[in-house]
């Protein structure tokens, strides 16, 4: 047999077909989760090895377990989508698989294969594929949310990268992000807290990123924004990205903008699809430094015309406003956001298998 196959203990109560279905109808966003998991183990001697498919729940940790003390864990995002004819399908997981390797190296974590990170998502999809939900129309966004996730599990309060790690994908039923469907966001820009600095983690997915993350989201909720957007750590000039999305301009003159990848921005896959796309739409794209006086000038002028952001959660999703302590960024050149829309079913459409797949982007998993 070869080891790279996946072991089933299967779930002896499985959620009953009904239950399923209810929670299917309204699955909300990360609430619900499926009846398995998938599993690898890493040790130091042995490497990866142990691959299988149990029923989902409680990891049983030491105390001790390094995670918890020093936040060594990544994870990556990505979905399964139901085809009108049954089959399921995700999007470009070679991109996330070799992302979460670049990420591993980061967090000093070891690297896990292609073939592991894909066939784990295969494994256990061919166990939980009813709870990939059935678009009931275009405009029924509703997937299947995979989280793969890596954490050092070695119980050792020695301050090292970890002997022993567990690799997990766990899955959970989604209907749209947010709840408004494409209606504009309201952004907060944090002038007392940064993502990410310059040798730090900020490309890499991992959870410290997102924890450094959370204060700036709570002055954002406070201040009636849904997302918070950082500006560089050097110079606090720059536009880097949101918590969890990456940022686009769309300027009068068709350029696209995105701001250029350094160590402090999260590459994410949506990003690179919409850079692609933008290209077969006729825009001009562009990955360039992007200041705050360029969105606040290009907003007041006109020039910009559009912005949105993006991300394998929310797909794309308009920016109506950037607030601040200072002022609020509004586009004077307001105009429905044709741009993100276009882009956004472009997007839609391959990944639910309404257009032809021509970049290749699609991998069946059931
Ligand atoms: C995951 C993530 C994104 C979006 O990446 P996708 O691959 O498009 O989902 C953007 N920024 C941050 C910080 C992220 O963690």
């Known amino acids: 047999m070869p080891t790279d196959t996946f072991d089933l203990l299967p779930h002896a109560s499985p959620t009953a077909d009904a239950i399923r279905e209810d929670i299917l109808a309204n699955p909300g966003f990360g609430q619900y989760f499926t009846d398995h998991m998938a599993h690898v183990r890493w040790t130091l001697n042995d490497g990866w090895h142990g691959r299988r498919v149990l029923p989902y729940g409680p990891l049983t940790l030491d105390p001790a377990a390094a995670v918890l003390h020093y936040a060594q864990e990544i994870f990556e995002g990505i979905k399964a989508y ?18 979460f390797r670049r990420s591993a190296r980061r967090l ?30 275009e405009a029924d966004e ?11 599990s070695e119980s050792f309060l020695g301050v090292r990268p970890s002997h022993e790690v567990d690799y997990y994908v766990i899955a959970s039923p989604a209907a749209a992000y947010f709840k408004g469907g494409i209606e504009p966001v309201s952004i907060w820009l944090t002038e007392h807290y940064k993502r990410a600095a310059p040798g ?13 993350s959370l204060a700036a989201q709570k002055e954002a909720s406070a201040n009636g924004c849904g997302q918070v957007a ?18 686009f301009f769309v300027y009068k003159d068709g350029r696209i903008a995105t701001p250029r990848l350094t160590d402090t921005i999260l590459e994410g896959v949506t990003r690179d699809s919409v850079l692609t796309l933008a290209r077969g739409e006729g825009l001009t794209p562009e990955e360039r430094p992007i200041s705050i006086d360029e969105w606040r000038e290009g907003a007041a002028n006109g020039e910009i015309t559009e912005v949105f952001a993006c991300g394998t959660a929310a797909v794309i999703t308009p920016v109506g406003e950037l607030v601040s302590e200072q002022e609020r960024i509004r586009l004077a050149g307001d105009n429905g956001n044709p741009i993100a829309k276009r882009l956004r079913a472009k997007l839609l459409d391959l990944q639910y298998g309404r257009a032809e797949d021509t970049h290749g982007w699609l991998t069946r998993l059931v």
């Not at 730090?200 to 450094?212: D, E, R």
């Open 82 to 99: 139901r085809h009108a004819d049954g089959s399921i399908w995700t999007f470009r997981p070679e991109k996330n698989a070799e992302r």
């Open 108 to 137: 000093a974590l070891p690297e896990l294969s292609d073939e592991d990170f894909i066939g784990s998502l295969k494994a256990l999809l061919a166990q939980d594929h009813p709870w990939v939900p059935t678009p009931k129309n």
């Open 200 to 212: 730090g983690t900020g490309f890499a997915k991992c959870g410290g990123n997102y924890a450094a």
């Open 142 to 152: 509703c997937s299947l949310y995979l989280r793969p996730f890596m954490i050092a």
């Open 230 to 247: 950082f500006l560089d750590a050097v110079e606090n000039k720059w536009i880097e990205e949101l918590g969890g999305m990456n940022l």
